[in-house]
């Protein structure tokens, strides 16, 4: 499926239509990628929490681990 053809639902963040969550791969990397991205500072943890919970509640079976606080 196009991207441009994706509902904005289909994402992680849907306003900027970043991380689609079709399958569970594309959820797995969009948790990692995720996580990556907030730690360089790219996106804002809150947007990092928007699309590990998107992920959890569309495909609970993935482990998602807590993320860790600085120190």
Known sequence: MA???MESS??????????PLTS?????SA???SKKLARERK?????RDIVLR????KFPS???T???GKK
Do not use: M
């Not at 569970?24 to 797995?28: D, L, M, P, S």
């Not at 996106?43 to 947007?47: D, F, L």
């Not at 998107?54 to 509640?57: D, M, N």
């Open 3 to 5: 991207r441009e053809r």
């Open 10 to 19: 289909s994402f992680g963040l849907p306003r900027q239509r970043k991380f």
């Open 24 to 28: 569970k791969r594309q959820a797995v």
């Open 31 to 33: 948790v990692a990628y």
């Open 43 to 47: 996106i804002t943890p809150q947007e």
């Open 54 to 57: 998107k992920v959890h509640a």
């Open 62 to 64: 993935i482990n998602i």
């Open 66 to 68: 807590p993320i860790r």
